[in-house]
Nanobody
Framework: EVQLQASGGGLVQAGRSRKLSCAYS????????IAWLRQAPGKEREGVSC????????VYADSVKGRFTITRDNAKNMVYLQIDALQPEDTAVYYC??????????????????????WGQGTLVTVSS
């Protein structure tokens, strides 16, 4: 079941920017924390960022802090991930996901471990050097 749909990926030169979008249906998602995760070929899934439902508090992985910005617009049922200064190491499929009973973000190192039940297919970001 596709309930959150990520889009905006593509082939991007290193050093440039890209803005990913995550669209969802239903106002129930407004109350839920939404996380961005990514998975590079041959590597385990990595928690990238998360934004809470109640107050919009955001957390970031150390590897992306300062370059990635997560925002949400509940009126538009959208969550965004602005990626600046892209690096080849950022190449991955990016997913947005939500947990049905979590409104606040966990510590960043636990983002990956949550058993998300709301997923999409993800969007591929390929960074060329």
């Amino acid at each position: 079941e596709v309930q959150l749909q990520a889009s905006g990926g593509g082939l991007v030169q290193a050093g440039r920017s890209r803005k990913l979008s995550c669209a969802y249906s239903g106002s129930t998602f407004d109350d839920l924390a939404i996380a961005w995760l990514r998975q590079a070929p041959g590597k385990e899934r990595e928690g990238v960022s998360c934004i809470s439902g109640p107050d919009g508090t955001a957390v970031y992985a150390d590897s992306v802090k300062g370059r990635f910005t997560i925002t949400r617009d509940n009126a538009k049922n959208m969550v965004y991930l602005q990626i600046d200064a892209l690096q080849p190491e950022d190449t991955a499929v990016y997913y947005c996901a939500a947990h049905p009973q979590r409104s606040s973000c966990p510590p960043v190192h636990l983002i990956r471990t949550l058993e998300y039940q709301y997923w999409g297919q993800g969007t591929l970001v390929t960074v060329s050097s």
